[in-house]
């Protein structure tokens, strides 16, 4: 303990379960029974004035925090964030533009409930407000506005006219033209998925309406 920083001290007694707090230029020590021992309060004897020096800075660093970010009401029009607004400019300038989609595409092997997985990914889609959200003008300035949630179809593609060597070829064609698909930021449109293949393994592709701030 000797070696120790006060910082060191103070989580070591905290890591007792020794609490040390100040009132009225004193320190008050609480903590088990029989675990400040008389070594421990020999160091808060000879440490009390830099101990007190600390809870105070501490004490006045907390009041400092700027106070949590609240929920911003749903009700009411919602500034574009810098990253946004320059999506916005950018789609004014070359509208109609597929340069901004962002598409995954994933090989799934193994039965696939299609019911429990267009559950799933409404119910993502339903969670994020980003996957949702719209571009409108008011009075000549862009804001953001959120669509409620709606119900989401999983576009599915039967594969099974194609010879078995063609059919994730011919998946990853019709995932590419998917991505291809521009989108009007100031309407409200899901996101897309599209499931190509019958048996099994089965392609799925994600392309995302991403409005992020």
């Known amino acids: 303990m000797i070696g120790m920083s006060t910082v ?9 379960d ?8 004193r320190l ?6 029989g675990v400040v021992t008389p070594e421990i309060q020999k160091q808060l004897s000879a440490r009390k004035t830099e101990i007190l020096q600390f809870l105070k800075e501490a004490s ?9 970010i609240k929920r911003a009401p749903r009700d009411q029009d919602l500034p574009l ?14 509208p109609g533009t597929d340069a ?8 799934l092997k193994g ?9 799933s990914l409404k119910e993502i889609v339903r969670r994020h407000e980003a996957l949702r959200t719209y571009f409108v003008l008011v009075d000549g300035r862009p804001v953001q506005r959120i669509a409620p949630p ?10 099974q006219g194609f010879p078995e060597a063609e059919r994730e070829q011919e998946a990853a064609r019709l995932a590419l033209a998917e991505a291809k698909q521009p989108f009007d930021l100031g309407k409200a449109r899901p996101s897309d998925f599209v499931e190509a293949g019958a048996g099994n393994p089965r392609a799925f592709a994600y392309d995302p309406p991403y409005c992020f701030g």
């Open 100 to 107: 901004y989609n962002i598409q995954s595409r994933f090989l």
């Open 60 to 68: 006045l660093a907390s009041r400092l925090l700027p106070p949590p």
């Open 18 to 25: 020794v609490n040390v707090s100040a009132e009225s230029g």
């Open 28 to 33: 008050r020590i609480n903590g088990p029974s």
């Open 8 to 16: 060191e001290f103070l989580s070591y007694l905290r890591g007792l």
């Open 81 to 94: 964030s810098f990253a946004q607004m320059r999506l916005w400019l950018l789609d004014r300038l070359q």
């Open 111 to 119: 039965k696939l409930n299609l019911a429990a997985f267009e559950k």
């Open 150 to 159: 709606k119900p989401l179809l999983l576009s599915v593609a039967d594969l």
